[in-house]
């Protein structure tokens, strides 16, 4: 039999079988977190897929990587994947959730503040310009050639009002903010790897700051701010409110304490269970 790829044999089987089976016993839990718009089996099959593709994730708690995986749901957010609404991060054996900046659009584009909203790179070669007057007006033209170095990153957003706002910041604004940010975050390979994407959140998220915001993208916001000890306050309107952090109350639910124990010990649970009603039918 032809051995499992490399990048499968980060952690042994039990280990992978467990957070398997943590993902499987919170799907009713997950349901609730999740927005009616977003698919319970998606999510798990795509927290799955990033955690098998990753032998760091591999290695970390699958307790800590369970409740990354509930926070992004919480946060109607896919936990990896391709379309990078947010990201697992390990580092010293636990994980942690960090907001992309396709997920900051695609909160921002959910609340109907925005009639639109977007960032960008500019790069050595784009013809940019800009002007206040004193309302922005901004002209980028990507060269399309082979784009140099990142120059600058910008972030603009037309409102439900019909305001317009803008954002820009020299590569190096960016790198100062980065510097500041934790070493498993500055130094990870996403900075490494995919400067220009990092950046964008970074302008977008300074954007945001002051402009109106839904309470499921200020949770998000505010999320992404504890992780980088950022004390930030986020502005909030929204007419119907969601509970800020529902991810505790809900691991309660599958008798988690805050640290969570491992998928052994809820497996025993469950199995004590099945044996006290032997007539109840696993749904």
Same mark, same amino acid.
């Given at each position: 039999?032809?051995? %499992? &790829?490399?990048?499968?044999?980060?952690?042994?089987?039990?280990?992978?079988?467990?957070?398997?089976? $943590?993902?499987?016993?919170?799907?009713?839990?997950?349901?609730?977190?999740?927005?009616?718009?977003?698919?319970?089996?998606?999510?798990?099959?795509?927290?799955?897929?990033?955690?098998? %593709?990753?032998?760091? +994730?591999?290695?970390?708690?699958?307790?800590?990587?369970?409740?990354? *995986?509930?926070?992004?749901? =919480? +946060?109607? $957010? =896919?936990?990896?994947?391709?379309?990078?609404?947010?990201?697992? *991060?390990?580092?010293?054996?636990?994980?942690?959730?960090? $907001?992309?900046?396709a997920?900051?659009?695609? $909160?921002?584009?959910?609340?109907?503040?925005y009639?639109?909203? =977007?960032?960008? *790179?500019?790069?050595?070669?784009?013809?940019?310009?800009?002007?206040?007057?004193? @309302?922005p007006?901004f002209?980028?033209?990507?060269?399309?050639d082979?784009?140099?170095?990142?120059?600058?990153?910008?972030?603009? !957003?037309?409102?439900?009002?019909?305001e317009?706002?803008?954002?820009?910041?020299?590569?190096?604004?960016?790198?100062?903010i /980065?510097?500041?940010?934790? @070493?498993?975050?500055?130094n990870? &390979?996403?900075?490494?790897?995919?400067?220009?994407?990092?950046?964008?959140k970074?302008?977008?998220? /300074?954007? +945001?700051? /002051?402009?109106?915001?839904?309470?499921?993208?200020?949770? %998000?916001? =505010?999320?992404?701010?504890?992780?980088?000890?950022?004390? @930030?306050?986020?502005?909030?309107?929204?007419?119907?409110r /969601?509970?800020?952090?529902?991810?505790?109350?809900?691991?309660?639910?599958?008798?988690?304490?805050?640290? +969570?124990?491992? %998928?052994?010990?809820?497996?025993?649970?469950? !199995?004590?269970?099945?044996?006290?009603?032997?007539?109840?039918?696993?749904?």
């Open positions: 039999m032809a051995s %499992a &790829p490399a990048r499968y044999q980060g952690a042994p089987p039990t280990q992978k079988r467990e957070f398997v089976d $943590l993902l499987e016993l919170a799907r009713d839990q997950i349901v609730q977190l999740l927005p009616a718009h977003v698919s319970v089996d998606r999510v798990i099959r795509v927290a799955r897929s990033a955690y098998l %593709a990753d032998a760091k +994730l591999q290695n970390c708690n699958p307790a800590s990587l369970l409740r990354a *995986v509930m926070s992004a749901c =919480e +946060l109607g $957010l =896919e936990p990896g994947g391709a379309r990078k609404q947010c990201y697992l *991060v390990p580092f010293k054996g636990e994980v942690t959730l960090i $907001l992309g900046y997920g900051c659009l695609e $909160l921002a584009r959910r609340s109907n503040q009639k639109s909203i =977007e960032t960008r *790179v500019v790069y050595e070669g784009d013809d940019f310009d800009l002007e206040y007057t004193p @309302e007006v002209r980028h033209k990507p060269s399309f082979q784009p140099g170095a990142e120059k600058l990153v910008y972030a603009y !957003a037309r409102l439900s009002t019909g317009m706002a803008f954002e820009v910041m020299t590569r190096g604004e960016v790198e100062g /980065r510097r500041r940010l934790p @070493e498993f975050q500055s990870s &390979p996403a900075w490494k790897n995919f400067w220009g994407e990092m950046a964008r970074v302008v977008l998220k /300074r954007l +945001l700051k /002051r402009l109106p915001n839904s309470i499921e993208l200020a949770n %998000a916001l =505010e999320h992404d701010n504890a992780v980088e000890a950022v004390p @930030e306050k986020v502005e909030v309107q929204a007419v119907a /969601r509970p800020i952090d529902r991810t505790d109350e809900l691991a309660d639910r599958l008798a988690l304490p805050a640290d +969570l124990p491992t %998928a052994e010990e809820l497996l025993a649970d469950q !199995a004590e269970e099945q044996v006290e009603d032997p007539q109840g039918e696993r749904e």
